[in-house]
């Protein structure tokens, strides 16, 4: 260990790899509201209207996104069977839902929102700097041959776990940009082959995340035709995923659900790298204020939201650093290191981290299959025990007290962000509900 963490309820648990909650003593009203951050809550609704006007193009190159014109959107499921499986059968609960992006189009994970967010916002901006697209042309002329040519002499790179690979793959190769996909050790076969045979060049690296993301960024700034999405420092990823806010305020307006001071509203979000689970807190802060609270999850051997943010450190403080060993069956969230970036967006904003074992993410895959039909991969389930954490836990009654919402939890609504798993085989798909049956 060459980081000792500051005092904190929850040190002991993060190192001794022990299932956790910690809770942001940094946390604040208004936070978004921060002029000295890097982003500004404009941008996204601005991002909400690069969706809308991609959108026809959107449709055009994915024939799947007919049924809801070019949007990439996915449905807010109530736990019913799931519910008691959980043991959230008690009023104190409030109501549970799952925010099923596991099941998102194009890319079968939440990296839909982000990584074909930058791939189709980088091509408008390319076609209109070379004079093919003009003010008020149809969008879906970027489908044409004409695009295709000027397209196909860029690559587009990215280094990735799996997920994003599979997301900014799938988007360039649909435009015909060439892709390039740094993988690190713990990707899954099955996303290096899904790859291949769409034509994107994988490199697999024998190192981890962070390795895999820093060899493709050097590659990137020695070529020009690269364009390098940077899953550690993108605004522009980080901006596509906050537009998923503004979808769940309307699923939930629609079904009439409140969301106010007596009426809280938690988010519990699988963390890697912090893009995507930052990206959706920074959109529900916009969308929502102060009366919802974002939480990320990470396996109990991967957290490095939680020791960086727990730190208090402004350099970055790995899972390394603190004795723990970064490996995980949770593949999307097997990262040592959380991006700078995010950990400044979400210095005051987060509520906090929680932190759940691998064992448990196969039995909540399996109860979730059995119970209500949902295909998730194991990251996916992570947010499974947020409720638990926020109304049981030592830590979460405080934070709840702390905020004067511990007497309204009952009329709370929490929302288990379920980040992937409708893209993975049948055969590996299997293969998890064998492991979750032996334990
Ligand atoms: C990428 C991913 C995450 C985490 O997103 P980050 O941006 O890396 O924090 C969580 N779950 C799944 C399934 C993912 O693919």
């Given at each position: 260990m060459t980081f000792q963490p500051p005092n904190d309820p929850a040190r002991a648990d993060v190192l001794a790899a022990r299932p956790t909650l910690w809770t942001n003593s940094l946390y604040r009203d208004?936070?978004?509201?921060?002029?000295?951050?890097?982003?500004?809550?404009?941008q996204v609704d601005e991002s909400q209207a690069n969706w809308i006007r991609l959108a026809p193009l959107l449709e055009t190159c994915f024939p799947e996104l007919e049924a809801t014109a070019g949007a990439i959107r996915s449905n807010l499921i109530e736990l019913e069977g799931l519910r008691d499986a959980l043991g959230y059968g008690g009023a104190e609960f409030g109501r549970v839902f799952v925010k099923a992006d596991s099941a998102l189009p194009v890319a079968g994970s939440i990296k839909a929102r982000g990584g074909v967010y930058e791939v189709f916002v980088f091509a408008e901006a390319l076609a209109r700097r070379e004079g093919l697209l003009k003010d008020g042309q149809d969008i879906r002329d970027l489908a044409g041959a004409a695009a295709k040519a000027l397209f196909s002499r860029h690559t587009i790179a990215v280094g990735s776990t799996g997920n994003l690979g599979l997301s900014v793959g799938v988007a360039a190769r649909a435009l015909g940009f060439k892709a390039t996909v740094h993988m690190s050790s713990d990707a899954k076969a099955w996303k290096v082959e899904r790859l291949r045979r769409l034509g994107v060049e994988v490199v697999q690296h024998e190192a981890d995340y962070t390795t895999a993301v820093e060899n493709a960024r050097i590659i990137a700034e020695s070529d020009p035709s690269i364009y390098f999405v940077d899953d550690e420092q993108s605004r522009q990823l980080f901006l596509g995923y906050s537009v998923a806010a503004l979808e769940l305020a309307e699923q939930l307006n629609a079904l009439r659900i409140v969301v106010d001071a007596e009426h809280p509203l938690f988010l519990y979000l699988p963390c890697g790298i912090g893009g995507a689970p930052g990206g959706v807190t920074y959109g529900a802060k916009k969308v929502f204020g102060d009366v919802v609270h974002c939480f990320f999850v990470e396996p109990v051997q991967s957290p490095c939201a939680l020791v960086h943010m727990m730190s208090g450190s402004d350099d970055l403080v790995s899972v390394y650093d603190v004795g723990l060993s970064n490996r995980t069956e949770a593949d999307g969230m097997a990262v040592a290191r959380m991006s700078a970036f995010v950990a400044r967006v979400m210095r005051n904003m987060l509520a906090g981290v929680f932190t759940v074992d691998d064992i448990s993410l196969f039995r909540w895959l399996l109860l979730a299959h059995e119970t209500q039909g949902l295909r998730l991969e194991p990251?996916?389930?992570?947010?499974?025990?947020g409720p638990e954490f926020v109304v049981k836990h030592p830590q979460g009654r405080a934070f709840c007290e702390r905020l004067n919402i511990a007497d309204h939890l009952s009329q709370a609504t929490h929302i288990v962000w379920t980040t992937g798993g409708s893209f993975v085989p049948q055969e590996q798909f299997e293969a998890f509900l064998e492991i979750a049956r032996k334990l």
């Amino acid at each position: 260990m060459t980081f000792q963490p500051p005092n904190d309820p929850a040190r002991a648990d993060v190192l001794a790899a022990r299932p956790t909650l910690w809770t942001n003593s940094l946390y604040r009203d208004n936070a978004i509201g921060d002029a000295s951050l890097p982003l500004n809550p404009d941008q996204v609704d601005e991002s909400q209207a690069n969706w809308i006007r991609l959108a026809p193009l959107l449709e055009t190159c994915f024939p799947e996104l007919e049924a809801t014109a070019g949007a990439i959107r996915s449905n807010l499921i109530e736990l019913e069977g799931l519910r008691d499986a959980l043991g959230y059968g008690g009023a104190e609960f409030g109501r549970v839902f799952v925010k099923a992006d596991s099941a998102l189009p194009v890319a079968g994970s939440i990296k839909a929102r982000g990584g074909v967010y930058e791939v189709f916002v980088f091509a408008e901006a390319l076609a209109r700097r070379e004079g093919l697209l003009k003010d008020g042309q149809d969008i879906r002329d970027l489908a044409g041959a004409a695009a295709k040519a000027l397209f196909s002499r860029h690559t587009i790179a990215v280094g990735s776990t799996g997920n994003l690979g599979l997301s900014v793959g799938v988007a360039a190769r649909a435009l015909g940009f060439k892709a390039t996909v740094h993988m690190s050790s713990d990707a899954k076969a099955w996303k290096v082959e899904r790859l291949r045979r769409l034509g994107v060049e994988v490199v697999q690296h024998e190192a981890d995340y962070t390795t895999a993301v820093e060899n493709a960024r050097i590659i990137a700034e020695s070529d020009p035709s690269i364009y390098f999405v940077d899953d550690e420092q993108s605004r522009q990823l980080f901006l596509g995923y906050s537009v998923a806010a503004l979808e769940l305020a309307e699923q939930l307006n629609a079904l009439r659900i409140v969301v106010d001071a007596e009426h809280p509203l938690f988010l519990y979000l699988p963390c890697g790298i912090g893009g995507a689970p930052g990206g959706v807190t920074y959109g529900a802060k916009k969308v929502f204020g102060d009366v919802v609270h974002c939480f990320f999850v990470e396996p109990v051997q991967s957290p490095c939201a939680l020791v960086h943010m727990m730190s208090g450190s402004d350099d970055l403080v790995s899972v390394y650093d603190v004795g723990l060993s970064n490996r995980t069956e949770a593949d999307g969230m097997a990262v040592a290191r959380m991006s700078a970036f995010v950990a400044r967006v979400m210095r005051n904003m987060l509520a906090g981290v929680f932190t759940v074992d691998d064992i448990s993410l196969f039995r909540w895959l399996l109860l979730a299959h059995e119970t209500q039909g949902l295909r998730l991969e194991p990251s996916a389930t992570a947010g499974f025990a947020g409720p638990e954490f926020v109304v049981k836990h030592p830590q979460g009654r405080a934070f709840c007290e702390r905020l004067n919402i511990a007497d309204h939890l009952s009329q709370a609504t929490h929302i288990v962000w379920t980040t992937g798993g409708s893209f993975v085989p049948q055969e590996q798909f299997e293969a998890f509900l064998e492991i979750a049956r032996k334990l």
